[in-house]
């Protein structure tokens, strides 16, 4: 079973920049039919969906709150998943997690419900 290990998360003014990563391990198969998303989780708030990459053809999904300022990609090995968050705003705070679909296609990587793999998460604040 894939196993992921979110890091880069921290406190950050608003306007600022952070970069999250994602080390993923135990593949079982090709790494090419995966795809993989960040997910966040505010206090009191659900889990949500917020970018996601199908690792066939690079195809990514961005939830409209982040769409412009966040950019979702992988390493070449596709080991390594990355979140590039600039221009973070408060309600960007949240805990930050990393998701897998091991078998997937690029019309499935942004159907949130269907990731079923998932790391401990990394803790983003951004200060007003």
């Known amino acids: 079973q894939v196993q992921l290990v979110e890091s880069g998360g921290g406190s950050v003014q608003a306007g600022g920049s952070l970069r999250l990563s994602c080390a993923a391990s135990?593949?079982?198969?090709?790494?090419?039919?995966?795809?993989m998303a960040w997910f966040r989780q505010a206090p009191g708030q659900e889990r949500e969906g917020v970018a996601a990459?199908?690792?066939?053809?690079?195809?990514?999904f961005y939830t409209n709150a982040v769409r412009g300022r966040f950019t979702i990609y992988g390493s070449d090995l596709r080991n390594t998943l990355y979140l590039q968050m600039n221009n973070l705003k408060p309600d960007d705070t949240a805990l930050y997690y990393c998701?897998?679909?091991?078998?997937?296609?690029?019309?499935?990587?942004?159907?949130?419900?269907?990731?079923?793999?998932w790391g401990r998460g990394t803790q983003v604040t951004v200060l007003p």
């Open positions: 990459i199908y690792f066939g053809d690079d195809t990514t």
């Open positions: 998701a897998a679909i091991p078998e997937c296609w690029a019309g499935l990587a942004g159907a949130w419900s269907q990731y079923n793999i």
């Open positions: 135990r593949y079982t198969d090709n790494k090419n039919k995966h795809c």
